[in-house]
Nanobody, 116 residues
């Protein structure tokens, strides 16, 4: 399975970005999908996760600002990020966890920079 992430960029505080992740080589419905991020000098952390049936969970730091979604037919996952803060600056990675084998796959990462 391969994951292709896109949508990062530079945005001012309070702005919005939408990240996308495209899965190829398998069916999206097999996977619990997630977004992780890693800021400079920090460990990678979970941002949001969505199960095949659409159940979501979010890091406390992004609740109410970020929305994760998926389209199994199109094999895509999105992260709508609103009210962005400088603390959201990081490389964002999409993750696919096979719910049957528990194998993890990672995308290449996309940089989000929140700065004025």
């Amino acid at each position: 399975v391969q994951l292709q992430a896109s949508g990062g960029g530079l945005v001012q505080p309070g702005g919005s970005l939408r990240l996308s992740c495209k899965l190829s080589g398998s069916l999206l419905s097999f996977y619990i999908m997630g977004w992780y991020r890693q800021a400079p000098g920090k460990q990678r952390e979970l941002v949001a996760r969505i199960t095949p049936n659409g159940t979501t969970n979010y890091a406390d730091s992004v609740k109410g600002r970020f929305t994760i979604s998926r389209n199994n037919a199109e094999r895509t996952m999105h992260l709508q990020m609103n009210s962005l803060k400088p603390g959201d600056t990081a490389v964002y990675y999409c993750n696919a966890n096979n719910q049957y084998t528990r194998q993890d796959s990672w995308g290449q990462g996309t940089l989000v920079t929140v700065s004025s």
